[in-house]
């Protein structure tokens, strides 16, 4: 049994998403971001840099794990699957999960926060993560339009990458003209695992799409309590 410890933001779906196709049985215990939870001495005994996900491995002693990407090595791994073992493939794979935590994830974080949380409006800001954001997802469409997904077959870098990009639109980036990013995106939503993965511990797909602008503005009203407070925001 795994015990999650998450939160509804892009780096939390990576762990739930890769459970759920993995098939492990899982506990969650959602943390409140808002209210500090990541602060909590219990918490920053499973993940020393109170950051979520983390993880315990029950199985295991009680082995505990943080970092997004490493869990999910760990966990690919653990189940044999979505990681191969082969050199080649399996370097394939990683570089394209380091892609995702290198590039993506950090300027789409904080694109995030200047164009979404941040009180003032500094528009160079957000012009320059914003259009950096923009060239990152090219990246992605030009292996797209090589290979179905990222690293041949469907991986745990697809699952990472995913976990970000779907939530584009959140962080003003556009991807229009994108054809094979976008046919990627919409095969991954269509994955059972991907589904359920993005509900735990909560689906905020309708916020992240600023559908409902109330929604969305005390969505960044919390976050933007995270930003001016610990100055550590999760996406």
């Known amino acids: 049994m795994i015990e999650l410890y998450t939160a509804p933001t892009p780096n939390g779906y990576k762990a739930s998403i890769a459970l759920e196709e993995m098939a492990i049985p899982y506990q969650v215990h959602p943390i409140d971001l808002s209210t500090g939870a990541q602060r909590d001495p219990a918490f920053l005994r499973i993940c020393p840099n109170g950051r979520i996900p983390a993880i315990v491995d029950k199985e295991q002693d009680d082995l505990a794990l943080f970092e997004s990407g490493a869990i999910m090595i760990y966990l690919a791994e653990k189940?044999?699957?979505?990681?191969?073992?082969?050199?080649?493939?399996?370097?394939?794979?990683?570089?394209?999960?380091?892609?995702?935590?290198?590039?993506?994830?950090?300027?789409?974080?904080?694109?995030?926060?200047?164009?979404?949380?941040?009180?003032?409006?500094?528009?160079?800001?957000?012009?320059?993560?914003?259009?950096?954001?923009?060239?990152?997802?090219?990246?992605?469409?030009?292996?797209?339009?090589?290979?179905?997904?990222?690293?041949?077959?469907?991986?745990?870098?697809?699952?990472?990458?995913?976990?970000?990009?779907?939530?584009?639109?959140?962080?003003?980036?556009?991807?229009?003209?994108?054809?094979?990013?976008?046919?990627?995106?919409?095969?991954?939503?269509?994955?059972?695992?991907?589904?359920?993965?993005?509900?735990?511990?909560?689906?905020?797909?309708?916020?992240?799409?600023a559908k409902r602008e109330e929604d969305a503005e005390e969505f960044s009203r919390r976050a933007r309590t995270m930003v001016l407070g610990a100055q550590s925001p999760e996406p």
């Open 79 to 209: 189940c044999g699957r979505f990681l191969p073992t082969d050199v080649k493939g399996r370097s394939r794979v990683i570089q394209w999960l380091m892609f995702q935590m290198g590039g993506i994830g950090p300027m789409m974080g904080q694109a995030n926060v200047f164009y979404r949380y941040f009180p003032e409006k500094i528009q160079p800001a957000i012009d320059r993560y914003q259009a950096e954001g923009r060239r990152l997802f090219e990246v992605l469409n030009n292996r797209l339009g090589e290979s179905e997904y990222l690293a041949g077959d469907y991986s745990i870098a697809d699952m990472a990458n995913w976990s970000w990009v779907r939530t584009h639109r959140w962080s003003g980036i556009d991807i229009e003209g994108l054809d094979h990013l976008s046919r990627w995106m919409g095969a991954i939503a269509e994955r059972p695992g991907a589904q359920r993965g993005v509900k735990v511990p909560v689906d905020i797909a309708e916020i992240m799409d």
